[in-house]
């Protein structure tokens, strides 16, 4: 059964640093692996969604990498900004296994 | 907007009731899932739908638990005599392709569910 862990848990950072957000997964045969960002009282927002053949995607300041021999993937924010808070969640294998998120502030 | 809607946004019952929870996808999306995500925790899954029929239901947690999708668009999910147990948020989402494809899954606002 697929499990996911995220690290770390919470996450309070001064404004303009760089951050990476850890996750890892047991089965490596993941179909592809999604990372989103939830507001709260709200649904989640899909940031990247990385399929099993590529390594990484980018989409401004995210970056996100796949290494599926490993079981992790990894969410690197460039530039955090206060905006950037919010819990961050990835998920794997065909039905989305989400793990129990990183809690992320960012101070001015 | 094109989103993900979900009504209600919030919804108290008593324990023992009967409780239906809407999902309307982003239109043409032919995936929809349900999930639960409890306080402090990531969404579990519940079911999956392909079109009209559930393709996976393995996550729903036992048979007080439900859903229907007549048309292939909007989905209900129902909850016959509930329990405590049962509060938490529950998010729907769509995907233009199903399990296993490359397409992200849109997520909903939830529907927050108390059980009293």
């Known amino acids: 059964k697929q499990e996911v862990t995220q690290i770390p848990a919470a996450l309070s950072v001064p404004e303009g640093e760089n951050l990476v957000l850890n996750c890892s997964f047991t089965d490596s045969a993941i179909y592809n692996l999604q990372w989103f960002r939830q507001d709260p009282g709200k649904g989640l927002t899909s940031l990247l969604l990385i399929q099993s053949s590529q390594r990484e995607q980018t989409s401004g300041r995210l970056n996100a990498s796949l290494d599926k021999s490993s079981g992790r993937s990894t969410l690197y924010i460039a530039a955090s900004q206060p905006g950037d808070s919010a819990t961050y969640l990835c998920a794997g294998t065909d039905k989305l296994i989400f793990g129990t998120g990183t809690r992320l502030q960012v101070f001015p | 907007g094109a989103g993900v809607s979900q009504t209600p946004s919030n919804k108290v019952t008593e324990k023992g009731k009967y409780v239906e929870l809407r999902c309307d996808p982003i239109s043409g999306h032919t995936a929809l899932y349900w999930y639960r995500q409890s306080l402090g925790q990531g969404p579990e899954f519940l079911i999956y739908f392909q079109g009209t029929g559930a393709a996976d239901d393995s996550g729903l947690p036992n048979d007080r638990f439900f859903a229907v999708r007549p048309e292939g668009s909007v989905s209900t999910l129902k909850i016959q005599r509930t329990e405590r147990g049962d509060s938490a948020v529950y998010l729907c989402?769509?995907?233009?392709?199903?399990?296993?494809?490359?397409?992200?899954?849109?997520f909903g606002d939830g529907t927050r569910l108390s059980i009293l």
């Open positions: 989402a769509s995907s233009s392709t199903g399990q296993g494809a490359h397409q992200p899954q849109h």
